[in-house]
Every structure is written in structure tokens, then in C-alpha cells.
């Protein structure tokens, strides 16, 4: 009885874990090669909880910049095509939490955003992928394990003043990354 479960629930399960992706996405998307990248905001970005507009602007414009190198550092030339495209990112929650927070209060870092692939020449729609998702979670822990989660929260945030945005660009990048390079 044990066996013939196996039997009929392994194939299944192989079935379903299978992600199919239309062919036409997958020859569009190796027919082009990434040479520049925008990133745009939507009016209701989601972004920077503070009270000071402000700072938060300030803060929003370093994160940008910093998203903006590393996608440009790590995306830059890939699929690799011949048709050179510009990847154009509208950024729906950008929300990076401070050092601060992060350690005291184990916040988290989440991206939201849409990632399109046009013809830098003509501004051709050649792809889209929605709800790209990128997050840096924090350590969390109750009883002793808050000290445990602090101090571990407290390395994760040491270094340059943009370590932060830093750690929530690299996953970001990661999933567009993943997206443009899509086998099958």
C-alpha cells in the first residue's frame, strides 16, 4: 500500500513542482541584451515611514541610487541578444528600514515593483514581469534569543552608511536577475 502511494504521489508532485514559461517570453528575452536601466517611482510609492518628508526624500534618493548601481553593476549586457534594451523598473514600496530600527526593533526591508524590458531604440514593449519582490529579513527571537537577535541584527547593519539598501538591492537584483535569465 506504502509503495503504490509513493508511486502515484512522487509523479505527482514532480508534475506540479514543474514551471512552465511561454516559449515567446524566453526567445524575447534572449533576443535582447540589457544596456541602460531607469528606475521610476509610482505617487503612492510606499517608502520611508518618517515623519520628516524631507529626510525621507533624502533617503529615498540614496536607496534609488544605490538599487540603480547594483542592478546596473549585476544586470548590464545580460541575456546577452543582440537587440540592446532598457530595462525600466517602477518601484511600488521601497522600504528600507533604518540601523536603528533594524536592530532594536528586528524591522524589515521589502521591494515591490514592476520590471519592463523595452527596445532602447524604439521603446518597443519586448517583456514585463509584475510583483517582482525583494526583501532583507531581520533576526527575530523572544526570551534570550532577543540578545541573540540583536546582536546578530547589529552585524548585519555594520559598514557603510548604505549597507542597508545595499542588502535589499543585491535580493531585488537577484529576483530580476533570475527573471531575465528564464530558461524554460
Known sequence: MGFRLCAILVPAFAVAS????DPRLIAA???TSVREIRIETTPDLTAFPER????ASQQLADATRVLKATMTKDLVGLPGGPVPGRLVV????????TKKARVIGGHDSSIDGTV????ARTGELIAEAQNIHGEDLSMRGSGYGVIVAVAVNAMQT???PDVMAQRLSDSFTSKVKQW???KK
Not at 514543474?18 to 514559461?21: E, G, L, R, S
Not at 517602477?90 to 528600514?97: E, I, M, R
Not at 519592463?116 to 527596445?119: D, H, K, P
Open 18 to 21: 514543474c514551471v512552465t514559461t
Open 29 to 31: 528575452l534572449q533576443q
Open 52 to 55: 520628516d518628508q524631507k529626510l
Open 90 to 97: 517602477t518601484l511600488h514600496v521601497f522600504d528600507v528600514t
Open 116 to 119: 519592463r524590458l523595452e527596445n
Open 158 to 160: 555594520s559598514g557603510s
Open 180 to 182: 531575465l535569465l528564464t
